[in-house]
């Protein structure tokens, strides 16, 4: 048996990486008394498997973790209590929002994902000034940018990517800006986005401001869904996203 949860990332814990991330979700399943299925090999490991890395600093709303429960064990597992469960060992920060059974021969988070949604704050950008370079980045017709891979330059035209782009007035005065960057063939990460206007602006959360994923998205026929079903768009966590 698979399940997914999706999770939540909120907080001081935004600045533990995602290889830590991997091994505090490893322990908290194992003090959870999950049956977890195993590896096998020299040095087995618990079949967890975690969907696209959030950069460090950044927050969440839509983090996703498949888990494979052995058999016969799985039958025993009381899966509409787990979220409960798990989110009580979990440190500050960290919740489980939804969780769910995977039917058989499901697509891995990696390959099904093909888009993220995030919202990010601009410190010190003035929100005309921000729907200005909104409006000039969506009228480009391409978007050609120098980046490393693999210890090579490598051009590539960022456009198509950007799927969807708008900015916003907070409450607090702060600028903010939500955009759909997509995941494939190769994503944008929201500090080249950022880059892109004129002039540069950094990392925004390198001035102070936060940035977050909101929303992780699956092409099917199409159409945009969510990697489990039972997401809930008024949950907590959303709502204070929606603060930002």
């Known amino acids: 048996m698979r399940i997914r949860l999706r999770f939540s990332k909120l907080g001081k814990i935004r600045f533990t990486s995602h290889r ?6 490893e322990r908290t399943v194992r003090r ?7 590896t096998e090999g020299f ?8 969907g696209l ?11 996703y973790l498949d888990i494979d429960l052995a058999e016969p064990e799985a039958a025993g597992v009381d899966l509409s209590l787990l979220p409960e469960q798990l989110s009580h060992l979990l440190p500050p920060g960290l919740r489980v929002d939804a969780l769910e059974e995977l039917p058989p021969g499901a697509t891995s988070l990696q390959q099904a994902v093909t888009s993220c949604t995030w919202r990010m704050e601009l410190p010190g950008v003035p929100a005309a000034h921000a729907g200005d ?7 480009a017709p391409s978007l050609v940018v120098t980046r490393e891979r693999k210890g090579q330059p ?3 035209d960022l456009r198509p990517a950007l799927l969807d782009l708008t900015v916003e007035a907070a409450s607090d005065g702060l600028t903010v800006l939500e955009a759909e960057l997509a995941t494939q063939p190769r994503g944008v ?21 936060r940035v977050c994923r909101t929303h992780q998205w699956i092409s099917d026929d199409g159409a945009k869904r969510e990697p489990l079903a039972a997401s809930d768009a008024t949950s907590p966590a959303h709502a204070e996203v929606r603060a930002l």
């Open 189 to 209: 990460r929201p500090a080249e986005l950022v880059a892109l206007f004129d002039p540069p602006h950094p990392d925004p959360i390198e001035v102070g401001g």
């Open 20 to 25: 830590d991330v991997a091994r505090i979700w």
């Open 133 to 139: 370079q909104v409006r000039r980045l969506l009228d």
């Open 53 to 63: 890395a959030l950069s460090t600093g950044y927050e969440s709303t839509a983090e």
């Open 154 to 156: 490598v051009t590539d």
């Open 43 to 50: 040095a087995p490991r618990p079949r967890v498997h975690f």
């Open 32 to 38: 959870a008394g999950l049956p977890v299925a195993r």
